[in-house]
């Protein structure tokens, strides 16, 4: 069965250190993978996605991921964290048509 | 501005009501989905559409109906058969139905039984 992986429900990090959010992934044939970012009652925000090519993929508002195949995992990173990247971010997947979401990991930067 | 309208922003519903969620989109999207989000859960897909006047159950559509007649539109019926409805709701939309494919979201209904 297709799953997508965030082991952590809540990362903390004060303001300025690099951040790092967890995802794993087990997709049937070719993956491909995406992050958004979901603010306090509102929709999911797209942030980037992997889909062939530079396993360093860069997306919007500083942000990148690191797609790494033999450890199947996706994890997000972005080199100074911000106090407005306080957030809910989802992982997601798929290998066929179906898009699966991880559950989400709450991250909480202080300043 | 091209985008996902949702409405109603929030919806109380009484025990044993019918309620519907709307969905609309200018983006020209061919697929539309709708999407139940609960604390800790992450996403569960409840029905999603390929194009017009064809839609699919997907993982937790007991208790839910919908219709997509107009490629714009996906409404969402939550039905008094759906015994936990209380949950934050997303519709989405992509170009097509492919795993590939990115998703545009809705900015959510809140809906809450009394």
Redesign the interface.
Known sequence: AQSVAQPEDQVNVAEGNPLTVKCTYSVSGNPYLFWYVQYPNRGLQFLLKYITGDNLVKGSYGFEAEFNKSQTSFHLKKPPALVSDSALYFCAGGGGFKTIFGAGTRLFVKA | DGG?T?SPKYLFRKEGQNVTLSCEQNLNHDAMYW?RQDP????R?IYYSQIVNDFQKGDIAEGYSVSREKKESFPLTVTSAQKNPTA?Y?C?STRQ????D???????T?LTVL
């Open positions: 996902i949702q999407y800790g859960q992450g996403l897909l934050f997303l989405a139905m492919r795993s590939t990115t998703q545009y979201f809705g900015p959510g809140r």
